[in-house]
């Protein structure tokens, strides 16, 4: 099952993990991205949680992060910015 964290409703996954589930706690080095979408007019992506391959975090324009903030996304990437300013974009793999 696959629980995807920052929606109005979270479904719990059936295995307790070590995972990060808050998306304030993971660094902008650990974003990996797994989805980008759009339906309307925004893009919105999924990330895989810091320690799962079954979390998926909700990462959208002006979302904080650890070390730093979502600027964009769009167009299979998600542009980040840390908190030094330095800006970075991270695509699907």
Do not use: C, N, Y
């Amino acid at each position: 099952m696959i629980a995807v964290v920052g929606q109005t409703k979270a479904v719990a996954s059936s295995r307790r993990s070590l995972a990060v589930w808050d998306v304030k706690k993971l660094g902008v080095e650990d974003v990996r991205l797994a989805v980008v979408a759009r339906a309307g007019g925004d893009s919105k992506a999924w990330a895989h949680a810091l320690g799962s391959s079954s979390l998926l975090l909700a990462l959208e324009p002006g979302a904080e992060l650890f070390d730093g903030s979502v600027v964009s996304v769009g167009d299979g990437k998600v542009r980040l910015r840390t908190s030094a300013g330095r800006e970075l974009d991270v695509t699907l793999q």
